[in-house]
């Protein structure tokens, strides 16, 4: 069965003081409150890993997971961090082709399969990110755009290492616009998405597979999005930058 799996990116955002009080705060909400399956994971910026590690030390629901990693092992990369690098500090987990690196630091289908090979090779389980952007909606060749993410950046998978991914699935319009997606419009793309690993990789991979939603996912609209059958939880951004409305978030998770 797959898992239900919140996760908060925090981007570029936060410092020190203000990562650590978000991490324990997160922390001792989720242990005290939150009862259902869920796995938690906090992607902070990558800076605080190490020092956030130990706050996190015999939690079982809460992992650490990185915003992106470079698709080499290592090497004259200046500026970038490894994939092996983040499983050495145990990271558990890697946001792979946000939408953002793919909008600002032009990233591309086939660096990503790399990257992802990368991240798989290392025993890093990718949430790899995939949606449309407005025009393309409204053009209706949103379901095809994102079907080829897809097919260009994991389809030279083997069932087995498909098996160790996670899918986020972020329609550009809504991401940090306050615009959500409706649950009928995440439904409708997790139901195509799933269809098409399952044309891959048969049913029984597909139905295994954790498929996200985000975009302005909160407090208040999660509870419905995550009720939809193809919905296994969700990728937040700006709600995850408080403890209270990203536990509140996480609780959304019905079992
Ligand atoms: P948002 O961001 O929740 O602020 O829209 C989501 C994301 O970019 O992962």
Not at 28 to 52: F, H, Q, R, S, W
Not at 86 to 98: A, C, N
Not at 201 to 207: H, K, N, P, S, W
Request: proline fraction near 3%; charged fraction near 20%.
């Amino acid at each position: 069965m797959r898992k239900k799996i919140v996760a908060g990116n925090w981007k570029m955002n936060k410092t020190l003081d203000e990562a650590v009080a978000l991490v324990s705060e997160v922390v001792n909400m989720i242990k005290d409150e939150v009862t259902g399956e869920v796995d938690v994971v906090l992607c902070p910026p990558a800076l605080y890993l190490t020092t956030l590690k130990p706050y996190l030390e015999g939690q079982t629901r809460v992992a650490l997971g990185a915003q992106n990693c470079h698709e080499k092992a290592s090497g004259a990369y200046t500026g970038e961090i490894s994939a092996p690098m983040l499983k050495s500090i145990g990271v558990r987990y890697v946001i792979l082709g946000h939408s953002e690196r793919r909008q600002y630091f032009g990233e591309t289908n086939a660096q990503l399969a790399e990257k992802v090979n990368s991240a798989l090779a290392n025993g890093l389980t990718p949430i790899f990110c995939c949606g449309e952007s407005l025009e393309q909606r409204q053009t209706e060749v949103h379901l095809d755009f994102v079907r080829a993410q897809l097919t260009e950046s994991l389809f030279h998978l083997s069932p087995e290492q498909f098996a160790n991914l996670v899918i986020a699935y972020e329609p550009i319009w809504a991401i940090g616009t306050g615009l959500t997606a409706t649950s009928d419009q995440a439904q409708e793309m997790h139901a195509m998405l799933r269809q098409h690993i399952a044309s891959q990789y048969g049913q029984e991979v597909a139905d295994d597979t954790s498929i996200l939603y985000g975009g302005s996912a909160n407090e208040k609209n999660a509870a419905e999005l995550f009720a939809q059958p193809d919905v296994d939880g969700g990728l937040i951004g700006g709600a995850s930058l408080k403890s209270r409305e990203f536990t509140l978030v996480v609780k959304g998770v019905k079992n």
